[in-house]
């Protein structure tokens, strides 16, 4: 079984424009003014745009969240911290759908390396986003992992070429998250801490995600779960785009590239760690 049978997402990726030309360092003769092609390589890359949103939950009075905006580029990590009740999972939600904003905008945008949107911005799916709430084994449903990770998987529709798919997507998340090694048998309960967090990860990553967000993926942990958790999350960095809440700020620290202040009333600034 490959390691990673990754297909990166369409909307993600760079690209080279023209051919490399390599120059055998055994011919030094051609080293010495002969012309090469100019090598030209273009780096498009995408951001998660998030722009002037508040939201207001419906039969209330007050905003929840006040004009927040932010980008996040592609497979980077983003951190989101702040005080209890400022807003942090509420916001959460809405990129992942479970809630509308009352106003602003959530999209992904393609850039040319100089900058420039490269064609119109495209709609964040709710379907191509992962979430891994707090606390997600309290939300186990099945009593083995494979039930788990496949639940509410197509049973009966589809063909071979379907199930096919659906297996490698399943291997391709196991090997993301290092659960090879557990019987897909075993009980989600009776998992450690830490494997039931990758277990957790791997559900959302049966599909990969455009955006991957994590709300408090540390707490309630040992010591040992939260440094396994930490390295996994290093990991995922290599392939995802992915966006945290947590208080840890300074286990989190090394694989944040963006972070940002959720204040009490729902307003976000940028803000880079001091840890
Ligand atoms: N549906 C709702 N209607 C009204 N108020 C709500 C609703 N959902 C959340 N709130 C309030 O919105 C505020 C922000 O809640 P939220 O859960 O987003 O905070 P948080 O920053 O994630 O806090 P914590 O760090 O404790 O998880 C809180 O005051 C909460 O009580
Ligand atoms: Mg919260």
Redesign the pocket.
């Known amino acids: 079984m490959a390691a990673f049978t990754f297909t990166a997402s369409s909307l993600f990726g760079s690209r080279i424009t023209e051919p490399l030309t390599l120059i055998s360092s055994k011919s030094p003769s051609m080293l010495n003014f002969k012309r090469t092609p100019i090598i030209k390589i273009s780096c498009d890359y995408s951001c998660l745009e998030v722009k002037d949103i508040h939201y207001r ?1 419906p039969g ?1 009075q007050i905003n ?1 969240l006040n004009g927040v905006s932010f980008s996040l580029p592609e497979k980077s990590f983003g951190l989101i911290f ?10 959460l ?1 809405l990129l992942a759908g479970l809630s509308k904003p009352t106003s602003g905008s959530i999209f992904i945008q393609s850039y040319t390396d100089d900058v420039k949107p490269t064609q119109s911005p495209k709609s964040l799916v709710p379907e191509r986003v992962g979430i891994v709430f ?1 606390f997600p084994e309290r939300y186990f449903v099945a009593d083995n992992v494979l039930d788990e990770v496949t639940f509410g998987w197509p049973r009966q529709r589809g063909g071979p070429q379907l199930k096919e798919h659906l297996v490698l997507n399943l291997q391709r998340a196991f090997n993301w998250v290092g659960l090879n090694g557990v019987s897909l048998d075993k009980d989600p309960h009776s998992l450690s801490g830490g494997y039931k967090r990758r277990l957790a990860l791997a559900v959302q990553l049966a599909q990969v995600p455009d955006l991957l967000i994590l ?2 993926p540390l707490a309630g942990l040992d010591w040992k779960a939260r440094a396994d958790v930490v390295k996994l999350l290093k990991h995922l960095k290599k392939e995802l785009t992915i966006l945290v ?1 947590s ?1 840890d700020l300074k286990e989190l620290e090394e694989l944040v590239d963006r972070s940002w202040r ?1 204040e009490m009333g ?1 307003f976000l600034r940028e803000e880079h760690l001091v840890v």
Do not use: A, I, N
């Open positions: 939950p209330t929840l702040g005080q209890s009740g400022s807003g942090k999972t509420t916001l939600q707090q709300d408090e809440v208080h959720m729902g």
